[in-house]
């Protein structure tokens, strides 16, 4: 009835996140200037992906379920264009079912959500590492030679 809903928000408050720690992130944000072996200035920019992006992973997974899922729930008629837009909360017996729902399947969608962008950021961050560790072998094998 109303599963939707708990998505949505989390999906407004993971948005709105990300605004924040994009700001930050541009604030803080600083290149490291070297000098190579050859005394020549080069500039080290690091392959990590921005927290910021990988948050904002998080909100596209979050509007996408969550629209998809009120587009169902339109086209079965349980949201409607006019007050209260919730056929569930026309009365007290179906509010209550739809706030169960909320409370179970709702929460239940989100952590599930969360759990796999927590994977995928688990992920990445790993290909990250090896990323660094590779480019680190292959500048002591430059050197070397």
Do not use: Y
């Not at 927290?51 to 904002?56: C, D, I, M, N, V």
């Not at 079965?76 to 179906?94: C, I, K, Q, R, Y």
């Amino acid at each position: 009835m109303a599963c939707f809903i708990v998505p949505a928000v989390e999906a407004v408050v993971t948005t709105i996140a990300t605004k924040v720690v994009k700001s930050k992130e541009i604030k803080s944000e600083n290149l490291e200037v070297g000098l190579d072996s050859k005394d020549i200035e080069s500039v080290k920019e690091k392959s990590k992906i921005p927290f910021s992006r990988k948050l904002g992973w998080l909100g596209n997974l979050l509007w996408g379920g969550s629209g998809l899922l009120a587009f169902e729930h339109l086209w079965h008629g349980e949201v409607v264009p006019w007050f209260p837009f919730l056929t569930a909360a026309g009365n007290s017996a179906d509010a209550a079912e739809m706030l169960h729902e909320m409370s179970t399947v709702g929460v239940g969608m989100a952590g599930l959500v969360t759990a796999v962008w927590i994977g995928m950021v688990v992920v990445s961050s790993a290909l990250e590492k090896k990323s660094d560790e590779v480019e680190e072998q292959s500048e002591k094998s430059l050197e070397e030679a």
